[in-house]
T-cell receptor
């Protein structure tokens, strides 16, 4: 059974700092890995999707990398802003039914 | 284009009551799914559907029923609510051949 772990569970940084969020998964037979953002009381918004054949994806100040063989992904946020404060979840798509398995998220607070 | 719409946003039930959580999407997505989100456990898949008339179980289906009579709607039914079903419920949809998932804003359910 696929398991996804995100460390740390919470992170607080000063504005302007570059930061890295970590995600690990137990079964490397994945189709893709996705990073989502969740604001309090809201649904999830897709940030980046990395196919299993790719090593990284970039969108603005966000860069996600994937090392499938080691079962790891990182989300790099450059020059963090208070508006980046949210919970970030990673999820992997795997299995014959191509379902997403989610990590429990990292709650990020960027202090002004 | 409203995306994925969930109703109600909040609901309080007594143990043993039944209710239906509504989910509708206007993007003509074949795939629709229901997740529950509990503190520290990430999102877990309850049921999903790949098209009208087709439904299947996810990771935690017990106590929930679904049906898919139209492409647009995918209601989730709690037959006899239990305190263990207190959670935040999310509906999500996507095009089958595209793996990007779109989420509704969630329903917060409390069972007393």
């Amino acid at each position: 059974k696929q398991e996804v772990t995100q460390i740390p569970a919470a992170l607080s940084v000063p504005e302007g700092e570059n930061l890295v969020l970590n995600c690990s998964f137990t079964d490397s037979a994945i189709y893709n890995l996705q990073w989502f953002r969740q604001d309090p009381g809201k649904g999830l918004t897709s940030l980046l999707l990395i196919q299993s054949s790719q090593r990284e994806q970039t969108s603005g100040r966000l860069n996600a990398s994937l090392d499938k063989s080691s079962g790891r992904s990182t989300l790099y946020i450059a020059a963090s802003q208070p508006g980046d404060s949210a919970t970030y979840l990673c999820a992997v798509m795997s299995g014959s039914a191509r379902q997403l398995t989610f990590g429990s998220g990292t709650q990020l607070t960027v202090l002004p | 284009n409203a995306g994925v719409t969930q109703t109600p946003k909040f609901q309080v039930l007594k143990t043993g009551q039944s209710m239906t959580l509504q989910c509708a999407q206007d993007m003509n997505h074949e795939y629709m799914s229901w997740y529950r989100q509990d503190p520290g456990m990430g999102l877990r898949l309850i049921h999903y559907s790949v098209g009208a008339g087709i439904t299947d179980q996810g990771e935690v289906p017990n106590g929930y029923n679904v049906s898919r009579s139209t492409t647009e709607d995918f209601p989730l039914r709690l037959l006899s609510a239990a305190p263990s079903q207190t959670s935040v419920y999310f509906c999500a949809s996507r095009i089958l051949r595209n793996e990007k998932l779109f989420f509704g804003s969630g329903t917060q359910l409390s069972v007393l």
